[in-house]
């Protein structure tokens, strides 16, 4: 499987297992009336035995002929004729992990409606503060969930539930807590960390020979999960960035060589900033963790700054929080969820901007933006919204037939059922040598590459 966007993957890598864990046969017919039978008008059911390709790229033969470059299937998402849990006995806990994302409400919401209304599911809790609100000493109650509470919760920002970092290693602790519950059905809403717990809390559930199913929710505003065509949050996210970014513009444009600066998300892949370049033609500087620069020297981003700013008068620089960290000192500390804290490459940019114009003997006046929280609290665009209600109904309808150690996505414009090991197998990143990047490339008209090697 090849993205152009992301990161290519190399050539005679093992073949992917898409094979989705199941608890048992699934042998209780669905109180959902569908239909088996295409081109009668009904909605139909799908099959466990539907399956898509994993790319859309070919290859081509010495016959001439063009045969798929990867034949590896991906189950198809949807409702199933037959079921593997009794809706009556039911017991359905959601929650919600890592940093607030667009459209975490959304999901939740959806989640509930498929659960009430097409299952008749009726014992749905709200966890509180993510893998925390799982654990013993947890101080946070659970929320009792039904339509009328998520009524109208989409159009708000953030998660009803709080969401929170850390917890998901204690996964005996976990399972222990959903056994004193009688939860059957765990729906995780987070990233890399919050599927990792996800993935390990399964294998628990596993070995202890327990019937609850673990359906996970990739909620990334980043875009960096393997295998993921988008994670839901990212187009908002991006549309939140561009009215930044233009201001940034008109700043920079209305003082005497001035420099807008503006970072956002993204610790190792660049999307946002990538995309955000594409949406708001200003940028004429966009970095990213994946293509590395060098500061000083005849080809380090300050010298091409201030050719720019003697071309034009004025400049706009939009920074991913992952770029450049080999130019900065390692902080040498985590965060809750493992990950490495890194130090803020917006102000040290802003400082040595400053530091090397005022050595050069040229004035310029640096505007710096960071507009993340903003971002990430920001409700779901319309695009988002119609992808977070079909995600979690797909995940209750892979819930319902009895998957487990699994998540919904979508692949190539379809919505799929994938093991949470693939998706957390390794990271997605921009491709510099896609069409995604060359297309940034020709809309800054920055180099290729800013390295002096």
């Known amino acids: 499987m090849r993205s152009d966007d992301s990161v290519a993957f190399v050539e005679g890598v093992p073949k992917v297992d898409y094979t989705v864990q199941r608890l048992g046969e699934a042998k209780i017919p669905s109180p959902i009336v569908m239909s088996d039978v295409y ?42 004729r037959m079921i593997y849990f009794n809706p009556i006995h039911v017991h359905a806990a959601i929650c919600t992990c890592g940093g607030i994302c667009p459209g975490l409400n959304n999901v939740i919401r959806a989640i509930v409606r498929c659960l009430w209304y097409r299952y008749g ?56 807590t959903l056994e004193r519950m009688n939860v059957n059905m765990l729906f995780t809403i987070g990233g890399d960390g919050t599927l990792r717990g996800a993935s ?51 700043e920079a444009r209305n003082s005497i060589n001035g420099v807008g600066l503006v970072k956002v998300m993204g610790r190792e892949s660049g999307f946002i900033a990538a995309k955000t370049s594409l949406a708001q033609s200003d940028v004429n500087f966009c970095l990213i963790p994946e293509n590395p620069f060098d500061l000083r020297g005849r080809n380090g981003l300050l010298t091409h700054l201030k050719k720019r700013l003697q071309d034009r008068g004025h400049a706009v620089i939009l920074v991913a929080e992952g770029a450049g960290q080999d130019l900065l000192p390692k902080t040498g500390k985590t965060d809750a969820s493992g990950n490495v804290k890194y130090n803020d490459i917006g102000l040290f940019l802003k400082d040595e901007i400053t530091k090397y114009f005022k050595e050069d003997g040229m004035e310029v006046n640096v505007k710096y933006i960071d507009p993340s929280y903003i971002i990430r609290s920001a409700p779901a665009n319309s695009y988002d919204s119609i992808y977070c209600a079909r995600l979690g109904a ?6 319902m037939a009895g998957k487990t150690a699994v998540l919904t996505t979508m692949m190539n414009n379809r919505f799929v059922n994938m093991p949470i090991s693939v998706a957390i197998s390794s990271r997605n990143k921009v491709n510099t040598e896609s069409s995604l990047w060359r297309d940034v490339l020709e809309n800054t008209r920055q180099p290729d590459s800013m390295k002096n090697e």
């Open 39 to 80: 081109g009668d008008g009904i909605a139909n059911y799908v099959s466990d035995d539907e399956r898509i390709l994993c790319s859309l790229d070919s290859k081509k033969l010495d016959d001439g002929r063009y045969v798929p470059a990867c034949t590896d299937v991906v189950e198809l998402a949807g409702p199933r």
């Open 121 to 176: 599911v009726r014992q749905i809790s709200g966890i509180q503060y993510g893998y925390q609100g799982l654990l013993p000493t947890s101080k946070y109650p659970v929320i009792k969930l039904d339509p009328d509470i998520v009524d109208d919760i989409q159009e708000k920002g953030g998660t009803i539930l709080g969401s929170a970092r850390g917890g998901g290693k204690q996964t005996a602790d976990i399972v222990d």
């Open 200 to 250: 390990a809390i399964a294998k628990e559930i596993e070995s202890r020979g327990l019937k609850i199913s673990v359906v996970g929710i990739p909620k990334t505003i980043d875009n960096d999960l393997s295998f993921i065509q988008t994670s839901f949050g990212f187009d908002t996210a991006v549309s939140m960035a561009v009215p930044v970014v233009r201001g940034a513009h008109i």
């Open 394 to 399: 797909h995940a209750v309808h892979a819930a």
